[in-house]
T-cell receptor, first 114, second 115 residues
Framework: AQSVTQLGSHVSVSEGALVLLRCNYSSSVPPYLFWYVQYPNQGLQLLLKYTTGATLVKGINGFEAEFKKSETSFHLTKPSAHMSDAAEYFCAVILRGGYQKVTFGTGTKLQVIP | EAGVVQSPRYKIIEKKQPVAFWCNPI?????LYWYLQNLGQGPELLIRYENEEAVDDSQLPKDRFSAERLKGVDSTLKIQPAELGDSAVYLC?????????????FGPGTRLTVL
């Protein structure tokens, strides 16, 4: 069975500081990996995904994530936080074997302090 | 291009009443998903459709929940009767093709409050 763990349900950073949101997965085979962002009262929007190829993935709004097989991690980073980045972020996985079931993490709420 | 449309956006009902949610996916997307999102949690899959066929409804509480996608386009999720614990956000998503790793596009959700 696959699972996703997001460390830290709440993260606070100062505007302009580095954003680091952690995601670890557990599955016997490296899955497809996703980061979604959810703004208040809105649905989820895809930030970036890793399916194959380069392990450093760049997404929208200046975010990027690196797939590290040895650490079973897919942490999300952004060099400089902006006030508009305040939202909830979800890591998600899809197994490569089997059908297309998405498993989401519990989410990390990012607060950006002026 | 229009995104995934859901209605209503908000619904308040008393327990034991029925409620229905509607979703219109992105045009051409053959895969449609209904998710339940509790406060402070990630979405959990309730049911997945490939065209008009429900291919995964293992997490759908079938004693009170039902769903349909009769023409393989829009879909309705129903709860009858609603319970207090059903208060949550119900998200609809769609994707194209069968390839794993395809992006799912989410609607804004319906926030249900059961009193």
């Amino acid at each position: 069975a696959q699972s996703v763990t997001q460390l830290g349900s709440h993260v606070s950073v100062s505007e302009g500081a580095l954003v680091l949101l952690r995601c670890n997965y557990s599955s016997s085979v490296p899955p497809y990996l996703f980061w979604y962002v959810q703004y208040p009262n809105q649905g989820l929007q895809l930030l970036l995904k890793y399916t194959t190829g380069a392990t450093l993935v760049k997404g929208i709004n200046g975010f990027e994530a690196e797939f590290k097989k040895s650490e079973t991690s897919f942490h999300l980073t952004k060099p400089s936080a902006h006030m508009s980045d305040a939202a909830e972020y979800f890591c998600a996985v899809i197994l490569r074997g089997g059908y297309q079931k998405v498993t989401f993490g519990t989410g990390t709420k990012l607060q950006v302090i002026p | 291009e229009a995104g995934v449309v859901q209605s209503p956006r908000y619904k308040i009902i008393e327990k034991k009443q029925p409620v229905a949610f509607w979703c219109n996916p992105i045009s051409g997307h053959n895969t449609l998903y209904w998710y339940l999102q509790n406060l402070g949690q990630g979405p959990e899959l309730l049911i997945r459709y490939e065209n008009e066929e429900a291919v995964d409804d293992s997490q759908l509480p079938k004693d009170r929940f039902s769903a349909e996608r009769l023409k393989g386009v829009d879909s309705t999720l129903k709860i009858q009767p609603a319970e207090l614990g059903d208060s949550a956000v119900y998200l609809c998503a769609s994707s194209s093709g069968r390839a794993r790793g395809n992006e799912q596009f989410f609607g804004p959700g319906t926030r249900l409050t059961v009193l």
